[in-house]
Each structure stands twice: as C-alpha cells, then as structure tokens.
C-alpha cells in the first residue's frame, strides 16, 4: 500500500509570491491534515478536510488556504508569503475515524527568501 | 485551549538502558494517544497507540495510559542508538477527529 505522497519536496519561492503544495492520501483515507512545523514552534495544526469539506481549522491567517478533491487529494495554497512562512509543511491523511492514527508524507520544505 | 505537554529534553540514556517519555494533556474527554518518533529532517512515523487505561507492549516499546491522571507515557526497552529521534505525543479527542500534538522530547541514546 503506497504511503501519503507530497510534492514538491523542496520550493524556494520569494516574499510576495504564492505556492501551491499537494498531497496524495493512502489509499481509502478520506481525511487529510496539514502541518506546519518550525524548529520553535513544533507541529501547528493548519487545517483538516474529509470528504472534500473542511472539518477543523487551526489558528492561522487566511492566506492559508486548502482544499480537497473528489479523490481525496488535497492542496494547500499559501498566498502573500512572508519570511516567517518558511517551514516543513506536512499533510497525514487517516480513515477521518477520531481513533485511527495520522499518517504522515515526507513534508515539503519550503524556504521564503 | 486543549494542551499536550511533553519535557522538551534532551533526554540522554545509556545504550541498553530503559527510556521513559511522559506526556500530560488537559481535556478530560480526549479518546486516543498516540506516539510519534521523528528523525532529524524527516517526518512524524507512528511508533504506538493507546485507548484503554493500562499498559500496551510491542516489541521494545510500551505504552502506559492513565486517564484519570491524564497521563501517558512510553518505555523504550533496551534503548539502541538508532532510538535517537524525537518523540511527539498525540492526543485525539473522538468528536471532530482533532488531534493535539506535544512539542516533543528529544532521547540520545549513548553508544
């Protein structure tokens, strides 16, 4: 069973620009979970889509922004970027069943210069 | 504000040796626990889970919950080297599927 696939692995983008990441589930998960994680802050919850409607939003400004399709895929779009946008930015996908686990992808690291 | 609070470390061990990460968490209605190892640039893998008070063994690892005391940890037996990573604690509470995440221990295991 293939794992959770993000792409790109790396971006390097400039202040002001935006960038789309994407994220393939496990195969008959339907709920993905975005993260984004700094080497202070830890894991910060971004957002969490199931079928296709996002469920739970984290505490982050609007130009975060995500959305999932009919097959499960989701993106995650960050508009306006800023210095303080460079992070590993991870998306786990599960069954959406509050006792399954996440499962996650090998994150996208993105740099803002 | 729903936390999950883990000793930022590091914790240092002798190889062989037993280590023990604990993890406290605030709301009384979280369902499952979860544990996370993460290696130094790569992401979050699942090392365990946890549902019922008690203890739970796979292999080398235990994991221990406590609900009344809203406490869960993890033993590592027999700690290796390649136990060096980070370990993050995961908490869910069943309505609404949201997870809460600790900020993680980090564990050297010492050759």
């Known amino acids: ?113 | 504000q729903k936390e999950v609070e883990q000793n930022s470390g590091p914790l240092s061990v002798p190889e062989g040796a037993i280590a023990s990460l604990n993890c406290t968490y605030s709301d009384r209605g979280s369902q499952s626990f979860f544990w996370y190892r993460q290696y130094s640039g790569k992401s979050p893998e699942l090392i365990m889970f946890i549902y019922s008070n008690g203890d739970k063994e796979d292999g080398r690892f235990t994991a221990q919950l406590n609900k009344a005391s809203q406490y869960v940890s993890l033993l590592i037996r027999d700690s290796q080297p390649s136990d060096s990573a980070t370990y993050l604690c995961a908490v869910n509470e069943l309505t609404g599927n949201q997870f809460y995440f600790g900020t993680g221990t980090s564990l050297t295991v010492i050759p």
């Not at chain 1, 508009?79 to 996908?93: N, P, Q, R, V």
């Open chain 1, 1 to 113: 069973k293939a794992g959770v696939t993000q792409t790109p692995r790396y971006l390097i983008k400039t202040r002001g620009q935006q960038v789309t990441l994407s994220c393939s589930p496990i195969s008959g998960h339907r709920s993905v979970s975005w993260y984004q994680q700094t080497p202070g802050q830890g894991l910060q919850f971004l957002f969490e889509y199931f079928s296709e409607t996002q469920r739970n939003k984290g505490n982050f400004p609007g130009r975060f922004s995500g959305r999932q399709f009919s097959n499960s895929r989701s993106e995650m779009n960050v508009s306006t970027l800023e210095l303080g946008d460079s992070a590993l930015y991870l998306c786990a996908s599960s069954s959406g069943q509050g006792d399954s686990p996440l499962h996650f992808g090998n994150g996208t690291r993105l740099t803002v210069t």
